[in-house]
């Protein structure tokens, strides 16, 4: 059995720390705990596995197109290794869930995400499991800016603890297997 991890951002050090990186966030501490990682270049992104187990392995993929894009990547590896879609767990942000809560749970809308919309349109299916990740929607300003800026001071205070929360239970439901038996729901690190 094959899980694919996607983690969702823009290449570049431009974008690192935004909030539509928040993904390539949450995988450079959920790698962390995996040291001997061979990344190398693949579908159009940065790629490694994991081995659990004897026939059990996990796939991470960081897309190396901007989010619009992101959907050739999965897509590519999707093909490659024959994984069913309900084997695909997307890591992004999301404008719909407060900063400092993360939601897991399996298919639902885009919320005009342009790299969920590029993912569901290259696999055909919007069936595939998300962990999103809370950024609130903003105050002022348009929203492709929001996005494309960095988080602020006080988020940027209590973001470790958030990246650190959600590679955790990344590590828990995936290392056990257990992708597709847990239950959908909102987790908070922090309220506002």
Same mark, same amino acid.
């Given at each position: 059995?094959? @899980?694919?991890?996607?983690?969702?951002?823009?290449?570049?050090?431009?974008?690192?720390?935004?909030?539509?990186?928040?993904?390539?966030?949450?995988?450079?501490?959920?790698?962390?705990?995996?040291?001997?990682?061979?990344?190398?270049?693949?579908?159009?992104?940065?790629f490694t596995e994991l081995k659990v187990?004897?026939?059990?392995?996990?796939?991470?993929?960081?897309?190396?197109?901007?989010?619009?894009?992101?959907?050739?990547? @999965? #897509? #590519?590896?999707?093909?490659?290794? $024959?994984?069913? @879609?309900?084997? @695909?767990?997307?890591?992004?942000?999301?404008?719909?869930?407060?900063?400092?809560?993360?939601?897991?749970?399996?298919?639902g809308g885009l919320a005009g995400h342009?790299?969920?919309? $590029?993912?569901?349109?290259?696999?055909?299916?919007?069936?595939?499991?998300?962990?999103?990740?809370?950024?609130?929607?903003?105050?002022?300003?348009?929203?492709?800016?929001?996005?494309?800026?960095?988080? $602020?001071?006080?988020?940027?205070?209590?973001?470790? #603890?958030?990246?650190?929360?959600?590679?955790?239970?990344?590590?828990?439901?995936?290392?056990?297997?257990?992708?597709?038996?847990?239950?959908?729901?909102?987790?908070?690190?922090?309220?506002?």
């Open positions: 059995m094959a @899980v694919l991890i996607a983690f969702l951002g823009n290449p570049g050090s431009t974008y690192k720390k935004t909030r539509h990186n928040y993904g390539r966030l949450v995988c450079s501490d959920f790698e962390k705990s995996f040291p001997d990682l061979s990344w190398r270049k693949k579908f159009n992104a940065i187990g004897e026939k059990a392995r996990i796939l991470i993929l960081c897309p190396d197109q901007y989010m619009n894009k992101s959907g050739i990547s @999965v #897509a #590519a590896c999707v093909k490659f290794f $024959s994984i069913p @879609v309900e084997k @695909v767990l997307v890591v992004h942000d999301d404008l719909e869930t407060p900063f400092g809560s993360y939601v897991f749970q399996r298919g342009n790299g969920l919309r $590029s993912i569901s349109g290259s696999l055909g299916s919007n069936d595939f499991y998300r962990l999103k990740m809370g950024i609130g929607r903003p105050v002022r300003e348009s929203v492709s800016s929001y996005v494309l800026n960095r988080f $602020s001071p006080l988020e940027e205070s209590q973001l470790p #603890a958030c990246i650190e929360s959600a590679a955790g239970f990344l590590y828990q439901i995936l290392l056990t297997e257990n992708l597709g038996t847990q239950p959908p729901g909102r987790i908070t690190v922090f309220t506002s």
